[in-house]
């Protein structure tokens, strides 16, 4: 199959490169920035690469660097962003470190003619920028097709050599058409044939797993999401009665999720164990307060009763649903930054003895959710918003006890529930409370009271990466926020997160 090469230079939208172009239909892998010429000449169907963007300065001395053969394969190379830049800079232009740099969405001009890179897209059109350094001279042999206010080289093409570089980022949905250019690239560009679909892999998913497995008895933790009851019917078919779901309750779970659990799966031919472990989570918890200790602390409880229901069934496997975007923000792709661990990722302790399989760890949500359906996962699963693996935890801002995880769980039910009977619900990527750890002053009932505020967050994202904040009609918050001071006793304040992503992100730890 074709397919073009994305090499990561650590940028937190790198990955999302390759998500735009296998969504145009091209299948698209991405690559370490350290990769060989020769393992990427090597690599069936290639027909382009493309140099992503990344925090780093090309003047840096330790600045991520393509080995240089790349650029002699004869391959069409696209620079994105630090890409743009690197490209610049290996063939001979001019790269200056920027005092301001420009950050947000921004005007492109298309400049001269005849642009094979930009064909097709409007003479001005919205791009999003996010750098610091800029190309202020294209690489001898290149011309300059697009320019912005503050960046005079902001597209270059060199058609001779196939060489192409944007210092925006079109794989970001802020930029109207950067579908378009990616499509002109990868398809009209390098030839790619669009033959990919997300679906095309189970068949090769289940045979990985018969050779990887084996014979080998595994467990899978089922949170009831839509990730980890994908990665349990594949791993199911492949490997059969060898493989035990296990649900762990841990105290910090959405309203009716257990029951819900034991219903949703007692039809499957999966075996289901339920382990009540809602003490140990509580009181590892007691007293912490900062996010990530949170988040380690819940990482490796998940681990040791893992381990526990392990060594009970002989189990040397655990499988986990953790997909694309769970490892870029957990800083496990190499050059990005921890945003935040998450907990079947940054927080698994080195030395445990089971070994890790995650099928879907090269997928991203709306890929996983087709591949769902076609392989049985309940409509109702798969539509249902996601939840963090840390659970109401991190929606417990500060320290978390039990009183305050209910606080939040009834709130985040009300919202859920005022969210479906707007018709809102599977509209939007998540809506859930926040329990904030202060207290205002309120009136109620002709009394003074001093109680908890409860912050509503209802995002839309398509992919996890970038999100904004949902614009939900007035009235349908105002029956929200009524629900909550009248339902939950300890609250008398309700606001609502107006923030995107970035720079904010979804949940707030
Ligand atoms: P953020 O807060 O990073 O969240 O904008 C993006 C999406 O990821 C979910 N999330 C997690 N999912 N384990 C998970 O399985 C985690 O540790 C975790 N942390 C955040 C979050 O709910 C949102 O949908």
Same mark, same amino acid.
């Given at each position: 199959?074709?397919?073009?090469?994305?090499?990561?230079?650590?940028?937190?939208?790198?990955?999302?490169?390759?998500?735009?172009?296998?969504?145009?239909?091209?299948?698209?892998?991405?690559?370490?920035?350290?990769? *060989?010429?020769?393992?990427?000449?090597? +690599?069936?169907?290639?027909?382009?690469?493309?140099?992503?963007?990344?925090?780093?300065?090309?003047?840096?001395?330790?600045?991520?660097?393509?080995?240089?053969?790349?650029?002699?394969?004869?391959?069409?190379?696209?620079?994105?962003?630090?890409?743009?830049?690197?490209?610049?800079?290996?063939?001979?232009?001019?790269?200056?470190?920027?005092?301001?740099?420009?950050?947000?969405?921004?005007?492109?001009?298309?400049?001269?003619?005849?642009?094979?890179?930009?064909?097709?897209? %409007?003479?001005?059109? $919205?791009?999003?920028?996010?750098?610091?350094?800029?190309?202020?001279?294209?690489?001898?042999?290149?011309?300059?097709?697009?320019? +912005?206010?503050?960046?005079?080289?902001?597209?270059?093409?060199?058609?001779? #050599?196939?060489?192409?570089?944007?210092?925006?980022?079109?794989?970001?949905?802020?930029?109207?058409?950067?579908? #378009?250019?990616?499509? %002109?690239?990868?398809? $009209?560009?390098?030839?790619?044939? #669009?033959?990919?679909?997300?679906?095309?892999?189970?068949?090769?998913?289940?045979?990985?797993?018969?050779?990887?497995?084996?014979?080998? #008895?595994?467990?899978?933790?089922?949170?009831?999401?839509?990730?980890?009851?994908?990665?349990?019917?594949?791993?199911?078919?492949?490997?059969?009665?060898?493989? +035990?779901?296990?649900?762990?309750?841990?105290?910090?779970?959405?309203?009716?999720?257990?029951?819900?659990?034991?219903?949703?799966?007692?039809?499957?031919?999966?075996?289901?164990?339920?382990?009540?472990?809602?003490?140990?989570?509580?009181?590892?918890?007691?007293?912490? +307060?900062?996010?990530?200790?949170?988040?380690?602390?819940?990482?490796?409880?998940?681990?040791? *009763?893992?381990?526990?229901?392990?060594?009970?069934?002989?189990? $040397?496997?655990?499988?986990?649903?953790?997909?694309?975007?769970?490892?870029?923000?957990?800083?496990?792709?190499?050059?990005?930054?921890?945003?935040?661990?998450?907990?079947?990722?940054?927080?698994?302790?080195?030395?445990?003895?089971?070994?890790?399989?995650?099928?879907?760890?090269?997928?991203?949500?709306?890929?996983?959710?087709?591949?769902?359906?076609?392989?049985?996962?309940?409509?109702?699963?798969?539509?249902?918003?996601?939840?963090?693996?840390?659970?109401?935890?991190?929606?417990?801002?500060?320290?978390?006890?039990?009183?305050?995880?209910?606080?939040?769980?009834?709130?985040?039910?009300?919202?859920? $529930?005022?969210?479906?009977?707007?018709?809102?619900?599977?509209?939007?990527?998540?809506?859930?409370?926040?329990?904030?750890?202060?207290?205002?002053?309120?009136?109620?009932?002709?009394?003074?009271?001093?109680?908890?505020?409860?912050?509503?967050?209802?995002?839309?994202?398509?992919?996890?990466?970038?999100?904004?904040?949902?614009?939900?009609?007035?009235?349908?918050?105002?029956?929200?926020?009524?629900?909550?001071?009248?339902?939950?006793?300890?609250?008398?304040?309700?606001?609502?997160?107006?923030?995107?992503?970035?720079?904010?992100?979804?949940?707030?730890?």
């Amino acid at each position: 199959m074709d397919r073009i090469g994305v090499l990561d230079f650590g940028g937190q939208y790198s990955h999302l490169i390759g998500r735009r172009i296998r969504d145009l239909g091209v299948f698209a892998r991405v690559f370490p920035a350290e990769v *060989s010429a020769e393992e990427l000449a090597g +690599t069936d169907g290639i027909k382009g690469l493309v140099f992503s963007g990344g925090a780093a300065s090309v003047h840096g001395e330790s600045s991520p660097k393509p080995d240089p053969k790349i650029l002699d394969l004869d391959l069409p190379v696209l620079g994105i962003c630090y890409g743009h830049q690197l490209l610049a800079h290996l063939l001979g232009g001019k790269v200056v470190s920027g005092a301001t740099g420009e950050y947000g969405t921004t005007v492109l001009e298309i400049a001269g003619g005849g642009s094979r890179l930009l064909n097709r897209v %409007n003479e001005e059109t $919205e791009v999003w920028m996010n750098h610091k350094d800029a190309v202020t001279g294209p690489p001898p042999g290149a011309r300059i097709t697009g320019r +912005t206010e503050e960046s005079p080289v902001a597209v270059f093409e060199d058609d001779g #050599r196939n060489l192409y570089g944007v210092q925006f980022h079109p794989e970001v949905t802020h930029t109207e058409e950067g579908d #378009r250019i990616l499509e %002109n690239y990868a398809v $009209e560009i390098c030839g790619a044939e #669009r033959s990919w679909d997300p679906v095309n892999l189970v068949p090769q998913m289940i045979e990985d797993v018969k050779r990887e497995i084996g014979d080998k #008895r595994a467990i899978i933790g089922l949170s009831g999401g839509v990730d980890s009851s994908t990665a349990a019917k594949i791993v199911g078919e492949a490997i059969g009665e060898n493989l +035990t779901a296990v649900y762990v309750d841990t105290g910090l779970m959405r309203e009716g999720e257990t029951d819900s659990i034991r219903d949703g799966f007692k039809e499957e031919d999966l075996q289901l164990k339920v382990i009540d472990a809602s003490d140990r989570f509580l009181d590892g918890l007691a007293g912490v +307060t900062d996010p990530e200790r949170k988040r380690k602390i819940i990482g490796k409880t998940f681990i040791d *009763s893992f381990t526990d229901v392990a060594e009970d069934l002989g189990a $040397e496997v655990l499988v986990q649903g953790t997909i694309y975007s769970d490892r870029i923000e957990s800083g496990s792709t190499t050059h990005s930054d921890t945003i935040k661990s998450h907990h079947n990722v940054g927080g698994i302790p080195e030395e445990m003895d089971l070994e890790i399989y995650e099928p879907l760890k090269e997928l991203y949500k709306d890929e996983v959710r087709r591949i769902a359906t076609e392989v049985g996962v309940p409509d109702e699963i798969v539509h249902r918003h996601v939840f963090p693996g840390p659970g109401l935890a991190i929606r417990v801002i500060g320290e978390v006890t039990p009183k305050r995880v209910e606080i939040v769980r009834r709130a985040s039910r009300i919202i859920e $529930e005022g969210l479906r009977e707007a018709g809102l619900y599977e509209k939007v990527w998540m809506g859930f409370a926040v329990l904030l750890p202060i207290k205002s002053v309120g009136v109620q009932g002709d009394l003074r009271s001093y109680k908890y505020p409860v912050a509503i967050r209802i995002v839309e994202s398509e992919d996890a990466m970038t999100a904004n904040f949902s614009r939900i009609p007035y009235d349908v918050l105002e029956d929200i926020s009524t629900s909550i001071t009248n339902e939950i006793g300890e609250v008398n304040r309700v606001v609502y997160d107006i923030s995107n992503k970035p720079p904010a992100t979804m949940e707030w730890e």
